[in-house]
């Protein structure tokens, strides 16, 4: 859900919620987040111990969350993903998490909570994530077929394929397909091979998508057969009775984004709430809710792990065999480039 | 006037929805003629008028123009041009371009449009106006401009639809006088539609009173005025004094009879249609009694009486 | 942006159909409103696009370079282009559409029936615009009402793709979308026509067809002029729309100004796109309006 809305409309009907519902009850820690994190079930121990949820303040993109912090929105806890966070940290909204009053700090995520250790100091605590793998609808399109992402280029499937409307996801498709699967030690060259690589795949689209819901649709209504996407969808999807495919292991591989909270500097709120919310989340009850009910991952990998692979296998976030482009931070005029190509492409050039 | 009759109005029948508009009307009219419908406000004049044109269709009856029928021929192919009552011109084209409206659709040569227009205007005298937007105009010039733009065409028939009413008194007067110098220029038949039978008797030469979808007296003005054949048109036109009688002495010359509170008047036979016996209603035309010394009065045309009070 | 500018450029040209204002006081509040919510950010916005931005930084010199960017680089000017000519076809299968709609209302609908059927043709606004896009994303769609049919009927076999996802749905789904707006102001042209002149037209030889162009047609032109710019203007700087049935080929200028206030961190080159599709929009317009002045001029 979380990405699902991360472009587009359901951004701007985010925006209108988030204008008029939050700040006005709850208690004193605000919360800048995604449209729908307010799920209790993501932090029953803050609950419990202060009897109000947090006053939620919602966004529908990244960019609108930054631009409103940088216009003085005051918030104490946000939630952007891996791509944004040095962004934020540039633009110094961010400030160090104090990491000996978070509970289960040595069970989170290893790998995701040192890609953003900046200077001995960490800036973000993970708590949700998902894989982005080849989605594919079995009544029309034979496993075998999915099995590299090649097809992405086959002009048998001209106008059944669907790419999502977000630079990081399409360009670790990019890398992926053309070998790299570790993105922070791309050269000039390697990022300009995966940019020929998606005009190619360009000619095939037939829509990029924006969230989960238009990609179902488009999946179960027949408009497209093949889309690479978050594993939320098939997750969902099956919910819903569809039978869906999705591949994890194709031979180039697939790829981990992730989320996390982050502490902004000057919140207008208490920091032991702050905290007080961190360590709810990071709850092993918190990890076993997001897996089972919304389909991520979780921050907290001991707790996922105790879930079991049968579970996790089954939600998408088990673990494969083939290489993984993991989402982490890359070097900004890296992003800015691959931002600025993916328009020219997306528009025909 | 001993031609054929321009129009002939046979028996034309129409109503909307339950309300007969216009019942039975049979109506000659020669070429050249004045000719004009005058009667209360929802009589069926414009009605009538508006089956000249072609913008409604009668129910029954036929109407005929210069000896065609006109039943099932539409308005712009009709031998009739009309002066609308707020004028009707066009607010997007110049004056000029108004008056060459009609020569236009008929598609007349460019070079005898110029001339036409030129000399319509110099006819209603807006020689020089051409180039100005009607909005410019004021009302009396408005006015012409439609006349120039229906006559320009050379209609058999100009019809007229109480062009005067949106006039103040003394440009209604001007008006009158200029359309009935200008009709007598043009030799065209004008049919013209009014309430006001003031300005009916100004400028016809025949008048049709109309009543309640029906006509009541077809005369020329003189006529009408002397000699209306019923209470109701005598009633309309002008103001008239009614007096209850009853008839006494009947000679080939005229007729006596007893007016209650007047005595015995005698009224000359033109005049005096009833018989011996009837009970008569008398009409007298207030401008035609004169107040009289005492004494001074002719035995059988006078009456005594007293003057009650004085107005200028 | 776009369309506040450019609506603002509207207020101005109709000003002259607003009566003098019985006085100041009256209009000073929302005359200090639109100074405040249009005037001011479109200053700022002016401003903007004379600096520079280095990732997170502006740089406050004066610069021209935006300006270069924006009407030099390939990429711009083919959005732009685009975003015109999506805007044009909308605009007039819009107008073309409203016209016969707002006449039959004018002219063949009696007078006690003509605000029922106003409002019906509104009762598209009580839907949300996004229903009324997914709507025709329904009725478009591989699997939508116009395939179904089409396959029940045994005309084609395969659902076609070439109706969803393209520039096509795009001028399809905003002339639905804006059809009312251009209904009213035409509906209102034609029903100030005194009727007398129709007739005049008529008795002085004129038959249906020639009265429509001589005098209905010129007489509606206020209506006609308002409904184009009413759809035009906002549709140039449309960006739900294409986002969700334009498909790859279906971008427009909006969506890139969009890209560079957000994810590019561009925002002076976001400002001076805006300002130049303003600039190119209002030039249309203008030149639109005077074209249309010339047209009603011209004798007939």
Same mark, same amino acid.
């Given at each position: ?92 909204? *961010?400030? =160090?998490?104090?990491?000996?009053? #978070?509970?289960?700090? $040595?069970? %989170? ?5 040192? @890609? !953003? ?35 992405? *280029?086959? =002009?048998?499937?001209?106008?059944? #394929?669907?790419?999502? $409307?977000? %630079? ?5 498709? @990019? !890398? ?174 | ?312 | ?300």
């Amino acid at each position: 859900m979380q990405r699902m809305i991360r472009n587009g409309l359901a951004g701007i009907a985010a925006v209108i919620i988030g204008s008029t519902a939050g700040l006005a009850e709850g208690s004193d820690l605000v919360v800048l987040d995604w449209s729908g994190f307010d799920d209790e079930g993501f932090y029953q121990g803050y609950l419990e111990k202060h009897g109000t949820p947090p006053s939620y303040s919602f966004f529908g993109e990244e960019e609108e969350a930054f631009k409103k912090l940088r216009a003085g929105f005051a918030a104490d806890v946000a939630h952007p993903c891996s791509q944004s966070i040095s962004k934020w940290h540039e633009a110094g909204l *961010l400030e =160090p998490l104090q990491i000996d009053r #978070i509970e289960r700090w $040595d069970d %989170v995520n290893a790998n995701m909570k040192e @890609a !953003f250790n900046f200077d001995g100091n960490y800036y973000m605590l993970p708590v949700d994530w998902g894989t982005t793998a080849i989605a594919y609808m079995p009544d029309r399109i034979q496993a075998e077929d999915v099995e590299t992402l090649q097809i992405f *280029l086959d =002009p048998d499937y001209a106008q059944q #394929i669907s790419l999502p $409307d977000n %630079v990081d996801d399409v360009y670790a498709l @990019a !890398f992926l397909a053309t070998g790299v699967s570790d993105w922070t030690t791309a050269s000039e060259d390697d990022f300009a091979r995966a940019s020929a690589w998606l005009r190619d795949a360009h000619r095939n689209v037939r829509t990029y998508w924006r969230d989960g819901a238009e990609l179902s649709q488009l999946l179960a209504s027949g408009e497209v057969s093949i889309a690479w996407a978050w594993n939320e969808t098939p997750t969902t999807m099956r919910l819903d009775g569809v039978n869906v495919g999705y591949n994890r292991s194709p031979v180039e591989g697939s790829s981990t984004w992730f989320c996390g909270y982050v502490d902004l500097a000057g919140g207008p709120g208490d920091e032991s709430l702050v905290y007080d919310f961190f360590n709810a989340w990071l709850e092993a009850r918190s990890a076993e809710y997001i897996v089972n009910e919304w389909g991520y991952g979780h921050g907290n990998q001991a707790a996922v792990d105790a879930l079991g692979s049968d579970v996790l296998d089954a939600a998408g976030l088990g673990a494969v065999s083939v290489p993984i482009l993991f989402q982490s931070p890359m070097d900004n005029s890296l992003r800015e480039k691959m931002i600025a190509e993916f328009e020219l492409i997306k528009t025909g050039f | 006037m001993n031609n054929d009759p321009i129009i002939r109005i046979n028996r034309v029948r129409k109503s909307f929805g339950p309300v007969c508009a216009v019942s039975e009307v049979t109506l000659d009219i020669a070429p050249g003629e004045f000719f004009t419908l005058v009667g209360p406000s929802g009589c069926g004049k414009t009605t009538l008028l508006r089956m000249l044109a072609g913008f409604e269709t009668p129910d029954g009856g036929s109407i005929r123009i210069d000896g065609t029928s006109m039943i099932g021929v539409p308005a712009n192919k009709r031998p009739t041009n009309m002066v609308f009552q707020n004028y009707a011109v066009f607010p997007h084209m110049s004056v000029a371009d108004n008056i060459a409206y009609g020569l236009r659709a008929a598609r007349v040569a460019k070079g005898e449009i110029i001339g036409r227009v030129e000399e319509a205007l110099a006819m209603v005298g807006l020689a020089g106006y051409g180039a100005r937007s009607p909005a410019a105009l004021s009302g009396g010039q408005r006015q012409r401009v439609a006349l120039a733009r229906a006559l320009v065409l050379r209609p058999k028939v100009l019809l007229l639809d109480e062009p005067m009413s949106a006039l103040d008194k003394k440009l209604r007067e001007q008006m009158q006088v200029e359309l009935r110098t200008l009709q007598r220029t043009v030799g065209v038949t004008f049919v013209l539609v009014t309430h006001d039978q003031e300005e009916a008797l100004i400028l016809s030469d025949r008048i049709a009173v109309m009543f309640e979808g029906r006509i009541a007296q077809v005369a020329t003005p003189h006529d009408l005025y002397q000699r209306p054949q019923s209470r109701e048109v005598a009633d309309f036109i002008g103001v008239m004094n009614f007096l209850s009688a009853h008839a006494t002495v009947s000679t080939p010359d005229g007729m006596t009879v007893e007016i209650e509170g007047l005595g015995q008047v005698t009224i000359p036979r033109s005049q005096a249609p009833a018989n011996l016996g009837d009970d008569p209603v008398v009409g007298i035309r207030p401008e035609m009694l004169t107040i009289l010394q005492d004494g001074t009065h002719a035995a059988g045309r006078s009456a005594r009486g007293s003057l009650v009070d004085l107005q200028y | 942006m776009v369309q506040a500018g450019l609506f603002h450029m509207i207020l101005r040209s109709c000003r002259r159909a607003v009566a003098p204002s019985p006085g100041l006081v009256l209009i000073s509040p929302p005359f200090l409103y639109a100074l405040i919510l249009l005037a001011a950010p479109i200053v700022g916005v002016v401003m903007l696009s004379f600096w520079s931005q280095d990732f997170l930084e502006i740089q406050r010199d004066f610069t021209f370079a935006n300006y270069q960017t924006a009407w030099t680089e390939r990429v711009y000017q083919v959005l732009m282009l685009r975003s015109i000519k999506v805007a044009l076809l909308v605009t007039v299968a819009t107008v073309l559409l409203a016209f016969p709609m707002a006449y039959f209302l004018s002219f063949h609908i009696p007078k006690r029936r003509k605000q029922l059927w106003l409002f019906l043709i509104t009762i598209p606004f009580w839907t949300s615009y996004l229903v009324r896009i997914f709507l025709w994303k329904v009725i478009l769609g591989y699997n939508g009402v116009i395939n179904g049919t089409l396959t029940t009927l045994g005309i084609i076999d395969e659902p076609l793709r070439f109706i969803l996802y393209n520039q096509a749905a795009v001028v399809m789904t905003l002339s639905h979308a804006w059809a009312p707006f251009a209904v009213l102001p035409i509906y209102v042209a034609l029903e100030k026509i005194d009727r007398s002149l129709l007739e005049a037209s008529v008795d002085l030889g004129d038959g249906p067809l020639r009265r429509f162009f001589r005098i209905t047609l010129p007489l509606a032109m206020p209506g006609v002029v308002a409904a184009v710019l009413i759809v035009f203007i906002p549709t140039v700087g449309d960006y739900i729309t294409p986002n969700l049935v334009g498909g790859p080929n279906g971008l427009m200028i909006a969506n890139m100004i969009e890209v560079q206030f957000k994810k590019a961190n561009n925002d002076p080159l976001g400002a001076a796109l805006a300002l130049s599709a303003m600039a190119l929009v209002g030039t249309m317009a203008l030149l639109f309006i005077w074209a249309t002045r010339k047209y009603l001029r011209s004798p007939s």
